[in-house]
């Protein structure tokens, strides 16, 4: 842990010194309670020159541009604004000019994580980001003040914004950092400067834009640029890519698994479906009992990098387990629900890759039900030219599951699913097809039955999510 942890506020001279901009207008002393880069999440407050108030961060991007919105920002009453040319009427506004908003952003963002003297744990991986940050901030919690990026906030935008929230004085920081192209990963460090490390897994989310596995996990392994031997990187120990990288890493490793040894290792793992999954595990700092109402072998090992890191940290043994029990699904990461007629619903619909539904489509095999096993599974997206092989290895996964209905669901690369699963052997008749989600909806719905289970996934574009909206609505 860090040495010491301080709270601080963010004013305008603060900002300025920050970013190297000018204070052209406004009381350096102006403090800012919040940061925003959209002007429509301002908070209207009294028109006055002392108070505190928002900071609007004018950014460029491909559709608009911040400094188009100024006006509003100025007219609900912001208290400063970033900005790489100052509006003609600041009103009571602090006016602090940058070459660059988007830099400026992002070197206040790493100036306020240097300053709070937080501990701060970065998490990548092809999937699971979100569910392992919320099991580190959960286990950490018996005995830390922790704070967590909400929602996807991992890029080059979202993360300085959470590490603002630094100022606040959180003990521990944990943040999970996203890409989708090499490099991005390398710039998300610099900029959180993480204390530990943890890389979950390697897998073909975003496979169109690198080509390779191989590809991929190179881009994951920036997680490790400037690691010193100060640093803690925890690491799957049964994913042999992330292995590789780790090995040639300076840090002090730290390894979770269930297949490959591991300094932190489940055995005598009972897996439930999507029921549940229990392990006992072995650690350095003493015997660890998991029972978890998280689904699948993917979720266990996410809770063992979280164990990893709370253990690392100091945390209990037993708190560590107490805390891992109380976790539940992200919503649309994998929820259970059961529905008015008394089918059970995954909702798994925030996004897809091929490693991630063949996963989901075994824990639905190993789950028990009355009823029939119903597979809605929708176009992944980002797949490049291997997009149809790829799905009709998962239509195959879905038949091979034993699956009683396989509802597929996009565009041409979607054909790939009714191929594969008719191919291994599941009767066409117990396939359907359809265009868009929004067309599926009503149908998916209508079909559903007392006892059945059915399983929701597919890329954020395809919007599965409709799918599972309806039938909590009606089914």
């Known amino acids: 842990m860090s040495a010491s942890v301080s709270a601080f506020v963010l004013t305008a001279g603060l900002v300025a010194e920050a970013t190297g901009g000018h204070l052209v207008s406004g009381d350096p002393g102006r403090i800012f309670d919040r940061v925003v880069i959209d002007s429509r999440t301002i ?37 400063g604004v970033l900005v790489s040319s100052p509006p003609l009427e600041p009103g009571h506004a602090a006016v602090i000019v940058v070459p660059d908003p988007l830099a400026a952003l992002q070197r206040l963002g790493r100036e306020v994580r240097r300053r709070s003297g937080a501990t701060v744990v970065a998490i990548t991986g092809s999937a699971g980001k979100t569910t392992t940050k919320e099991a580190v901030a959960r286990c950490l919690a018996p005995r830390y003040r922790v704070f967590r990026n909400e929602g996807n906030l991992n890029n080059h935008i979202g993360l300085p914004l959470s590490l603002l929230e630094l100022r606040h004085g959180p003990d521990v920081a944990v943040v999970e950092l996203g890409m989708n192209h090499a490099r991005e990963i390398s710039e998300l460090v610099a900029l959180a400067s993480p204390d530990v490390r943890v890389w979950i897994n390697v897998g073909n989310a975003h496979i169109g834009h690198f080509g390779s596995l191989e590809a991929i996990a190179d881009a994951k ?126 909702d798994d619909s925030y996004n897809a890759s091929p490693a991630a539904v063949r996963v989901m489509l075994a824990t639905l095999a190993a789950t028990r039900t009355g009823g029939r096993r119903i597979a809605v599974l929708g176009e992944m997206l980002e797949l490049g030219d291997a997009a149809k092989a790829l799905h009709a290895d998962t239509g195959r996964a879905a038949a091979e599951a034993g699956v009683d209905l396989l509802v597929a669901i996009g565009g041409p690369a979607a054909d790939g699913l009714v191929e594969g699963a008719r191919q291994a052997g599941l009767d066409a008749a117990r396939i359907l097809r359809f265009a868009d989600s929004a067309s599926a909806a009503g149908p998916v719905a209508a079909l559903v039955r007392a006892g059945d289970l059915v399983l929701v996934k597919g890329s954020n574009g395809t919007r599965t999510n409709l799918v599972a909206n309806r039938l909590r609505e009606v089914a």
């Open 43 to 79: 908070i209207a407050a009294p028109v006055s020159a002392h108070t505190p108030g928002t900071l609007f961060v004018a950014l460029r991007g491909e559709a608009s541009d911040g400094h188009a919105f100024l006006p509003d920002a100025i007219a609900r009453g912001v208290a």
């Open 221 to 346: 392994a920036e997680i490790l640029d400037g690691a010193t031997a100060a640093t803690v990187v925890v690491a799957n120990a049964d994913d042999p890519l992330v292995m590789r990288h780790v090995r040639r890493c300076p840090a002090r490793v730290r390894t979770f698994g269930v297949d490959a040894r591991a300094d932190v290792q489940a055995m005598r793992v009972e897996d439930h479906g999507f029921d549940g999954i229990s392990a006992e595990v072995s650690t350095p700092w003493g015997p660890l009992a998991l029972s978890l109402a998280l689904a699948g072998r993917p979720n266990l090992l996410n809770v063992l990098a979280a164990a990893t890191v709370a253990l690392e940290l100091g945390v209990p043994a037993a708190d560590v387990s107490r805390a891992a029990a109380g976790l539940t699904a992200v919503d649309r990461r994998g929820a259970l629900i059961t529905l008015a007629n008394g089918a059970r619903l995954v």
